[in-house]
């Protein structure tokens, strides 16, 4: 059993076996640190702060019972038996999940490099330049192959593309209708996707069998129509009728397509569509048992307004230089909160990176001859079968032959796992998904496995000319000036070196604790036994990961205190939603329909009202004292008014103010008292691992976000993971799967992802965290987070005010520095200060939130006292140019702090600013030998915004 005594960073056992404590090193202050930090608090050691720091109600009554610490080299063994256990066979399933070939230089210099896994959102565009071009070349190629007008950054997956597709047409349609008609032949993932998010927000699913076209639609009105193209079954079939007659009914049309199929296929952009959606996992990323992959959405222009998640666009720099950033609707859920378009906050940005970079080395040319790979294997095969007598059923598909065998179906698919390859049973079908990987050899085993004999089949490669593309597609340069792998090397490395990431410098990100991903976590993600896995494999060939996610899923339960957990939501957004859902479940259950209210405090995170309003709820907003706190007064007189109709509280804790509020078992009582449900966003359990359980002090809900507190790596904007953890009485209602019966409880709520087990390839990052922490050192990372945090403010109060702080004068894991009096009396805004920061070679804390005209700060246990200092020298250097503009020594408008970013370009120009080129970009403490010049001035936004161009700009932009 672990000790709860915390002295610092010692421990016992032989020397030899000290190298081997990975807590030392992903914690970054050593002893020595450490003191630094506890001598500025006050405090003789972690234990003391603790109690001085973390209210006595919230505390741990108990140690974490978790395995106690392995060595790196020992949790790898481990895991490679676990994933000994997984038998990833040869995968023609497809169903929306394609094996591919994942280029070794795409593999290696982004999945597996750190200067793109570790980079954040690109809400600081001009440190970020790199990522946003990749996503903008994923953007074009989404755009272009699906013959629609703008395309966003990426959606969480094909099934949730889809959902926001239904809610953006029910936002824009015409007709008032609630129903919304989808295609039977739809991936019955992105069906059970549907379903989940349909009834809470009152959209009738009428499925109806399209197989006849026209006839076959539905009479009536409905609001909008959901096709696939092709379909789950592989049918690849005209829709042109079918969306003439929804838009002469005043409804809008989602095509849910593939990307490979449309180098072939007329895309759904000529044929009628409004907005196209899908995954574009089989563009290089591996399967991973069913994430994380980038969805897609694309829309027309008149629908570009109401598009989900992240746009990157293209705008203009103070130089007037061409310059990318997230475009309209950044930071949408902070701006809108319940009235968002979507909860989407993390998305899948290093996914979508990926795929970018497949279609950039491909092109177009070399997407087609694989298309055509595949198309030519499937008609072969289709072929063989007829040949054979076994009926083939549809006439035209793409890379999916739909087999007849009556009765037989079980059979074959099993004679062909014994030949390692896994296919898919559908009665008396079986569907072969042919993919980029495919070869020969397969093709005959499965053959066999029908009990034909492979041999010469004559094939017609005929398309009927409705299908047969003519339109062409990426023809910008960037798909085509990277063929060698020589070039493409050095393209994704010119990107990558224009961002500032994690292995560059600290990400100080209030809320979004940007701590160590550290490379023995990340081992495991592309070995083949993880990788190469299909969501819907035969799950006997996927216990290893059904033993991983087991453990995983015991260990955050004791870490939060609940009962169970799903770990299918794939960003914490989808695990709010999860949780919230959970709640209505529960209160349905016992037949209190009407508990409907959602009570948030005017501090929460933006998504948390976007979930709940997704979730059916109505959302109150409770005031927050000028303390911080939430105002109790104010929480009484709401509770008492919306009683009988109250569904739940969401409050983060320690609270977005980055505060251990002393109230939260006071508040949970009261809501509890009037039948309400406590949900405790667990965002910032970076906090409170090891030190209190939300399960315990109050919660009956929470999700976590493992790429905050549990080192998935940010990914330069996803993908990440958000477990939704429960306790005992709302486990019923925890996510399933219709595919998979072990993803959750048969009374659950349905899908929340498309996949079962949600973005299961990178959970083995959050399990070797785990387990190489052990519990005494999860404790420690989260009590040296609180210290360094603290430390912070400490030492920069006295230049900018700490807004708000608990009992004793201590925050938690972060603070924010008020900027409000400095921008006041100086001009100087939070703005200026976070751009001035990439000149100090820093990415900003997290800006405007929670509150407008502030900088919140969260070090996180992984930067050491050193790194600290050098973050607190240069705000506190900042602070001195601040006193000079207020001195009127400058103006703040040609002061270096409205200059900033200053570029290496205008360095060589006309200089003729009131300070010098060295004051500009070698300001105290930056060294000229390791200066980090961004590649652009400061980003014009409402240019962009105003001139909305979200593909790639013609090279002559540049010029
Ligand atoms: C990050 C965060 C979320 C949203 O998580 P995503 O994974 O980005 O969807 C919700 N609440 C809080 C407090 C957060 O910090």
Redesign the pocket.
Known sequence: MSTSSVPGPSHSGPVAERSAVFADRHIGPDAGGLDTLLRVLGQPDLDALEKAAVPAAVRNDRPLELPEAASEAATLTELRAIAARNRPAVSMIGLGYHDTITPGVIQRNVLESPAWYTAY?PYQPEISQGRLEALLNFQTAVTDLTGLDIANASMLDEGTAAAEAMTLIKRTARSKSSRFVVDADTLPQTLAVLRTRAEPVGIELVVADLSNGLESLPVGDFFGLLLSYPGASGAVRDHRQVIAAAHEREAKVVVATDLLALTLLTPPGEVGADVAVGSAQRFGVPLGFGGPHAGFIAVRSELQRQLPGRLVGVSKDSHGTTAFRLALQTRE?HIRREKATS?????QVLLAVMASMYAVYHGPDGLKRIAERVRKHALWLASTLQHGGIAVEHELFFDTVRAAVPGRAREVVAAARERGIHLWADGDHVQISISEATTGEHLAAVVESFGLQAGFAAYAPLMPQWAERTSEYLTHPVFHAHRSETSMLRYLRRLSDSDLALDRTMIPL????MKLNATTEMAAVTWPEFAGLHPFAPIEDAAGYLELIDQLSSWLCEVTGYAAVSLQPN??????LAGLLAIRGYHRSRGDEGRTVCLIPAS?????AASAVMAGMSVVVVKTATTGDIDMADLRAKVEQHADRLAAIMI?YPS?HGVFEETVTELSDLVHAAGGQVYV????LNALVGVGRPGVFGGDVS?L?L??TFCIPHGGG?P???PVAVAAHLAPFLPNHPMVAQAGPETGIGAIAAAPFGSASILPISWAYIRMMGPDGLRRATLTAIASANYIARRLQEHYPVLYTGAGGYVAHECILDLRPITAATGVTVDDVAKRLADYGFHAPTMSFPVAGTLMVEPTESEDVAEIDRFIDAMIAIKGEIDRVAAGEWDVADSPLRGAPHTAAELAADWERPYSRTEAVFPAGVSPAHKYFPPVGRIDGAYGDRNLMCSCPSPEAYA
Do not use: L, P, R, W
């Open positions: 959102t859920q909860n989407i906050c993390t998305a209030g809320s979004c604790t960003a914490g957004s989808q695990g709010e929460a995170h933006g998504t948390n983060t977005t966003d667990g965002a910032n999700h976000n790429h905050k996803g990440g993971v958000g």
